[in-house]
């Protein structure tokens, strides 16, 4: 019997949801929304997982793996919500700027017109 990989997702995450929650309840880490930044970080997982590498996923995935861990930074009191957010804009950017490379593949889900197709 094969084993797939993709099943393995969702019982890792519950118990890392759990062993975090625990933690937390007896007092052993900070306090810490760990539901807020798990998911953040999944979101950024599953944009890879999902599309694949391009364009839009290496803007996308970096960005909330990023912001999850940032948030746990803010969630400990080591980096204050007004500094935060610009460091967000600022990540945008650089993404965006990467993104740009032509070594990055465009999604698949754009149709891209060639000049021949428009007579």
């Given at each position: 019997?094969?084993?797939?990989?993709?099943?393995?997702?969702?019982?890792?995450?519950?118990?890392?949801?759990?062993?975090?929650?625990?933690?937390?309840?007896?007092?052993?880490?900070?306090?810490?929304?760990?539901?807020?930044?798990?998911?953040?970080?999944?979101?950024?997982?599953?944009?890879?997982?999902?599309?694949?590498?391009?364009?839009?996923?290496?803007?996308?995935?970096?960005?909330?793996?990023?912001?999850?861990?940032?948030?746990?930074?803010?969630?400990?009191?080591?980096?204050?919500?007004n500094?935060?957010?610009?460091?967000?804009?600022?990540?945008?950017g650089?993404?965006?700027?990467?993104?740009?490379?032509?070594?990055?593949?465009?999604?698949?889900?754009?149709?891209?017109?060639?000049?021949?197709?428009?007579?």
């Open positions: 019997m094969k084993s797939d990989k993709k099943t393995l997702v969702m019982p890792l995450l519950l118990i890392t949801l759990g062993v975090g929650w625990l933690l937390t309840t007896l007092g052993i880490t900070p306090a810490i929304d760990w539901i807020w930044t798990l998911g953040l970080a999944v979101v950024g997982l599953l944009a890879f997982g999902i599309s694949g590498v391009d364009k839009v996923t290496v803007v996308v995935g970096p960005f909330f793996m990023i912001t999850s861990l940032l948030s746990i930074l803010r969630q400990t009191d080591r980096l204050p919500f500094v935060e957010v610009p460091m967000l804009v600022i990540l945008s650089v993404l965006m700027l990467i993104a740009r490379s032509p070594l990055i593949p465009n999604p698949k889900w754009i149709v891209q017109e060639t000049g021949d197709s428009q007579r």
